[in-house]
């Protein structure tokens, strides 16, 4: 290597650690578009009645619903979407008033209305979702909508799920594993 391409490479680095600086939201997307693709997932909208819905999809086989928690949105499951989009077609929403799905002043945010909010975005993509994905309030808002809309729902996978009391101990335990 001559002197020539060392300073080349030192200003090339140069360069981009300033860019780095100087346009943050530019490298935000940058990554984002980056990570959603490395998750085979894609961004889509969907307009209901209640929201004008930003969603994630991709990948094959039966569908799995992931609902995000509280705080959170539908870029939360890219690190895990590369595994699930090879035996599932992904859906991940922004739950309205998270993510890139705004919400309007009238709407409620309790568990019930996002609850019926997202049976509305699932009907309207005319889709059943076999399995449900929550974490945190997301899970809480997934075994709300297994219970009220069972059918056709195979699984439910809870991830730290809020709203989710424990009646006893298990018949199966860590003991018996």
């Known amino acids: 290597m001559g ?48 929201a004008d819905w930003h969603y994630l999809s991709g990948g094959n086989g039966p569908v799995l619903l992931a609902i995000h928690g509280f705080g959170a949105d539908a870029d939360n499951w890219l690190k895990i979407a590369p595994e699930l989009t ?14 890139s799905t705004a919400a309007t002043d009238d709407l409620a945010f309790d568990i019930n209305s996002q609850v019926e909010r997202l049976h509305a975005f699932v009907t309207k993509l005319g889709i059943r979702p076999a399995v449900l994905v929550g974490s945190s309030m997301g899970g809480w808002i997934a075994a709300t909508y297994a219970r009220r809309y069972p059918k056709g729902i195979k699984a439910i996978w809870l ?16 003991t018996h594993l």
Request: hydrophobic content about 50%; aromatic content about 10%.
């Open 3 to 50: 002197i020539p391409f060392i300073s080349f490479l030192i200003l090339a680095g140069a360069l981009l650690v300033l860019s780095w600086y100087r346009m943050p939201l530019a490298w935000a997307r940058l990554l984002l578009a980056a990570g959603r693709s490395h998750a085979n997932l894609e961004s889509s909208q969907l307009q209901t009645d209640s």
């Open 86 to 99: 090879k035996q599932f077609t992904v859906i991940a929403p922004d739950l309205p008033g998270f993510g």
């Open 159 to 174: 991830l730290g799920p809020l709203g989710v009391s424990v009646e006893g101990v298990s018949p199966v335990s860590y």
